[in-house]
Every structure is written in structure tokens, then in C-alpha cells.
Nanobody
Framework: QVQLVESGGGLVQPGGSLRLSCAASGSISFYTMGWFRQAPGTPRELVATSAPNGYPTYADSVKGRFTISRDNGANTVYLRMNSLKPEDTAIYFC?????????WGQGTQVTVSS
């Protein structure tokens, strides 16, 4: 089974940018890949998804600021985050999903603060 490892989180000032990476241990070509986030005391929420053909979807709260992309050859999915806001502070989780399979990474912390 594919395993996922996120990286790229950290502390950034409001208005700044970060790029998260999610490296998979095997092929992601047939998976819908997604990024979710969870702030303390709140449920995990969908941020963005990338279908196997690369078609993206976004939560309304990040449209125009975040971009999801994938490199199937490198078994990696990315989340480029621009114009970050304090409300984007959360643990960001990578997800790989296909029929009967739902895989999560361990998460990476993103903190937006001055």
C-alpha cells in the first residue's frame, strides 16, 4: 500500500507563501490526491483535490490563492499556497483515494503569524 510523507510546512508571515510536498512510496497515477487541513478544535476539511487526470478542485476559502499540482512520474503532489492568512493555520494532511482505498499522511504544520 502506498505511504505518504508530507513536507514543506513551517511558520510564515501573513501574505507569504509556502509550497507543501507529498511524496508517495509508490505510483499515484490512479489515485485522486488531496490536501486537507485541521485546525485545533475543528473538523478536518478539504482544501484541494487533483483527479488522476490532473483536474483540480478547491475549497472556496482557498480559490485563487492555492494551487494543487501533481507529478505522477515523481509520485509527488504539491500544494502551492500564496497570500496566506492567519486562518490558514492548521495541520495539512495529504490524502490518496481510490475505490476501497483511503490513505493519509502524518501531516505537516503550517502556521501563519506575524
Amino acid at each position: 500500500q502506498v505511504q505518504l510523507v508530507e513536507s514543506g510546512g513551517g511558520l510564515v508571515q501573513p501574505g507569504g507563501s509556502l509550497r507543501l510536498s507529498c511524496a508517495a512510496s509508490g505510483s499515484i497515477s490512479f489515485y485522486t490526491m488531496g490536501w486537507f487541513r485541521q485546525a485545533p478544535g475543528t473538523p478536518r476539511e478539504l482544501v484541494a483535490t487533483s483527479a488522476p487526470n490532473g483536474y483540480p478542485t478547491y475549497a472556496d476559502s482557498v480559490k485563487g490563492r492555492f494551487t494543487i499540482s501533481r507529478d505522477n512520474g515523481a509520485n509527488t503532489v504539491y500544494l502551492r499556497m500564496n497570500s496566506l492568512k492567519p486562518e490558514d493555520t492548521a495541520i495539512y494532511f495529504c490524502n490518496a483515494r481510490r475505490t476501497y482505498i483511503n490513505i493519509w499522511g502524518q501531516g505537516t504544520q503550517v502556521t501563519v503569524s506575524s
